[in-house]
């Protein structure tokens, strides 16, 4: 992913691992408490506390992702068993139902006391909004700034301050099979798909058997999908290019591609849109489908027969999504909200929670051992692979350029825009 140009100004990150580095410990701690004092002068007072308890608004609400918030929620309890757990969590997969209760909520002025968020161009919004408090102390505390890899830290800070927690590391780009189906539509069940064509005509061959190829659900899950299409067709440079300006989201190759994702779409289930990712999921867990394409947060949902793989044409990108918790201005429960925060920065914690939401910890000084066959792989591919933001999981682009992307894709789905609308959507979306 691209890395800002910063100038390191006073109390960011980096500018503490320098003086740190200097040796210049005593003198430093002697500056951050001079330009701790002057933060707390300048940020907005903060609300009194009322109760030791912190509110946690999230959308891993069910199933495997409510299952793997339990671990968090276990460690918060067993660290910290005088503050009280509030969840305020609401369904919805992408956070897609959540994150306009959020908006209502910071509109009312009644924010939660942390809040789920992606790293990336999501959180940089919610900063640039005001909602957000700086979490360097907090770093400092943890050391996080040591152990979270650049790309990391990277997208929880902005201008160098960090401001959200990182939990784990998603990898966005695969595609699971129903080994059974495809054999049923006389597929090798053991082919792997290396290129957007011979997958493509894997699902015409699907189709021509009266079965259906590609499960899929709501809106967000067809951005996800033109997402790794966009990413096979243009590999990761010109992907990324969408987002920071430097490609052209109007040229033949995007076209094409956005051409390709509304052929795949005549693949899919016409009842997409009352469908959510767990369904949709469901469908080829059931043998109702061939394919699915979603994120390893669906290693949990998925029984053999079906086999993961990386989408086809984009092995050797890692398409990330990070998950990261940060901490409302003016909410009720800051020390709350610091103790819930300082949880899910712990090591073990963050190993708990991957080995059972089927993600990489964010830091990156878990033992091997300690992760499951599938972190640890996820692991390799990440530390080896050409790393990138998720569209659809508001890493690449801001909030407002999703939704106008979404709409966009939703009308083509419904067939009242055409590939041009959606291409037009793209070419709004730089913001780097
Ligand atoms: C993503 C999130 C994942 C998972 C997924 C489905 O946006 O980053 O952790 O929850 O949505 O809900």
């Given at each position: 992913?691209?890395?800002h140009r910063r100038q390191d100004p006073p109390g960011t990150l980096r500018w503490r691992a320098r003086i740190r580095r200097a040796g210049m410990g005593r003198t430093a701690s002697a500056l951050l408490a001079v330009v701790a004092t002057a933060a707390a002068c300048s940020a907005p007072a903060p609300a009194t506390t009322t109760?030791?308890?912190v509110e946690?608004?999230?959308?891993?609400?069910?199933?495997a992702e409510k299952l793997a918030m339990d671990v968090l929620v276990q460690r918060f309890r067993a660290e910290h068993p005088d503050v009280g757990y509030v969840d305020a969590a609401v369904a919805g997969g992408a956070g897609t139902v959540a994150k306009g209760v959020l908006a209502a909520r910071f509109a009312d002025g009644d924010p939660p006391d942390t809040f789920q968020v992606h790293g990336g161009a999501e959180l940089t919004a919610q900063v640039s909004a005001g909602h957000v408090r700086p979490l360097s102390s907090l770093f400092d505390q943890v050391g996080l700034e040591d152990v979270l890899p650049p790309v990391v830290l990277d997208s929880v800070s902005v201008h160098g301050v960090p401001y959200a927690v990182p939990v784990d590391v998603h990898r966005t780009n695969l595609l699971w099979a129903?080994?059974?189906?495809l054999a049923q539509a006389g597929l090798d069940p053991t082919a792997r798909y290396d290129s957007l064509d011979s997958?493509?005509?894997?699902?015409d061959q699907v189709r021509a058997a009266?079965?259906?190829p590609l499960a899929i659900g709501s809106t967000w899950t067809q951005v996800h999908l033109l997402e790794v299409v966009l990413l096979s067709r243009?590999?990761?440079?010109t992907y990324a290019g969408l987002w920071d300006g430097t490609a052209d989201a109007t040229s033949p190759e995007v076209k094409a591609a956005v051409e390709d994702f509304a052929r795949i779409m005549q693949d899919t289930n016409a009842d997409r849109d009352s469908?959510?990712?767990q369904d949709a999921t469901g469908r080829v867990n059931e043998g109702r489908a061939a394919f699915v394409v979603m994120g390893d947060w669906a290693q949990e949902v998925f029984d053999p027969p079906v086999v993961w793989a990386p989408f086809p044409g984009t092995a050797d990108v890692d398409d990330i999504t990070v998950d990261a918790f940060a901490a409302p201005v003016g909410a009720v429960h800051p020390t709350g909200a610091d103790a819930w925060l300082s949880t899910v920065a712990g090591l073990d914690t963050q190993v708990a929670f991957a080995n059972a939401k089927g993600a990489i910890p964010a830091r990156n000084d878990a033992l091997q051992t300690s992760l499951g066959d599938y972190p640890r792989s996820a692991l390799r591919t990440f530390r080896t692979a050409t790393v990138v933001p998720s569209l659809a999981h508001g890493m690449a682009a801001p909030p407002q350029a999703v939704d106008d992307i979404t709409r966009a894709v939703s009308s083509l789905a419904r067939g009242t825009a055409s590939t041009a609308q959606v291409v037009a959507a793209l070419a709004g979306a730089s913001w780097r």
């Open positions: 992913m691209k890395r109760g030791r308890q946690v608004f999230t959308w891993w609400a069910s199933g129903n080994t059974d189906v997958w493509m005509a894997a699902l009266g079965l259906t243009l590999g990761p440079t469908l959510d990712w």
